[in-house]
């Protein structure tokens, strides 16, 4: 850049000593330079306007297409994408722990209290329904927290419902690289493995060395459960206010009956459970205080339903 400068600076000295020996004066030098600034202004703020209207044109069309729906989503895409290559060099990567940007003095942890129990005091039953929209889902169940079963949610277009077995899940978890070095964050089972050596688990029921077992664990590794969302797809009548959570849950078993219901500690303020094959009983327990208001539920899901909760921490989930 230096260069470039000492470069033209040295044509400029050059320029005026010619115009010199040609006799001209510094005030005919000026002059004649005036004129061609003025020109050269002239052409900069032509230059510029066309400029603002090509880029108010492009203005009103990213506007127009943005009220597209499959055109907005791309927009959340590309930003979501030049964020994650450009989050490197921007140095946010430190506040990615952090619960609030700055921490609040006055902030305290809500607990539940006996008006919260209201939302969970009148469920008795889990409505099934199917051919629902996204806007009665959001309206009647998410807003009101209350519990819902869709009858139609999974189809055949999801590569779970025909690939998921204890084979298939056996050779996922023991090839796939983002799933055999991805060791579960929460892990709950009958059969006691190292730190949850799922690999180890699918190999012996595989092979039919374990009977009457039930196993639940978090993938909470981003790559491992990016991987698994490959084999599902988002409920069709999931409103788009509602974001995926990082993590995903699997729960399986065979043949394992008990008179006490296991507890999924999925800590979430809103979960959707998919059932992919056979039958699963559920029970949703009331947290204190509201258990002597509330009542406990229970419902089993059925194959290719969704169960939808969401809830303001009044009920615990138990499979």
């Known amino acids: 850049m230096d260069e470039k400068r000492r470069e033209i600076s040295n044509k400029i000295e050059e320029l005026l000593k010619k115009s010199r020996e040609k006799g001209l004066t510094d005030q005919d030098i000026q002059k004649q330079a005036g004129s061609l600034l003025k020109l050269q202004r002239k052409w900069s703020w032509r230059a510029w306007k066309r400029y603002c209207s090509i880029l108010l044109i492009l203005f009103f069309i990213i506007y127009a297409l943005s009220h597209i729906e499959f055109i907005k989503r791309s927009y959340y895409w590309a930003a979501k994408t030049i ?166 849950w699997l729960l399986i078993s065979s043949r394992y009956t008990t008179a006490k219901f296991k507890p999924a500690d999925i800590n979430l303020p809103m979960v959707w459970i998919a059932q992919l094959k056979g039958e699963n009983k559920f029970r949703l327990t009331p947290r204190e205080p509201c258990n002597s208001t509330c009542s406990p539920i229970y419902t089993t899901l059925k194959p290719k339903e969704l169960r939808l909760l969401s809830f303001s921490n009044t009920l615990k989930l138990y499979s």
């Open 83 to 248: 964020f994650i290559y450009t989050v490197q060099y921007n140095g946010w990567s430190s506040f990615y722990m952090d619960e609030c940007l700055i921490p609040n003095p006055f902030h305290e942890i809500r607990t539940l209290t006996n008006e919260d129990c209201e939302l969970c005091e009148n469920i008795k039953l889990i409505p099934r329904l199917s051919n629902i929209s996204s806007a009665l889902v959001a309206e009647n169940f998410l807003k009101q927290d209350r519990p819902l079963i869709v009858t139609d949610a999974v189809d055949n277009t999801w590569p779970a419902v025909s690939l998921y077995n204890i084979n298939f899940l056996r050779q996922i978890f023991e090839k796939e690289e983002e799933l055999k070095s991805a060791p579960p964050c929460m892990y709950a089972s009958n059969v006691r493995m190292k730190r949850g050596n799922l690999p180890k688990l699918l190999e012996l029921a595989s092979n039919n060395h374990i009977t009457n077992w039930y196993a639940h664990w978090e993938n909470c590794d981003k790559q491992a459960a990016k991987k698994l969302r490959t084999f599902y797809q988002r409920p069709y009548f999931m409103p788009s206010m509602v974001e995926g959570g990082e993590t995903n």
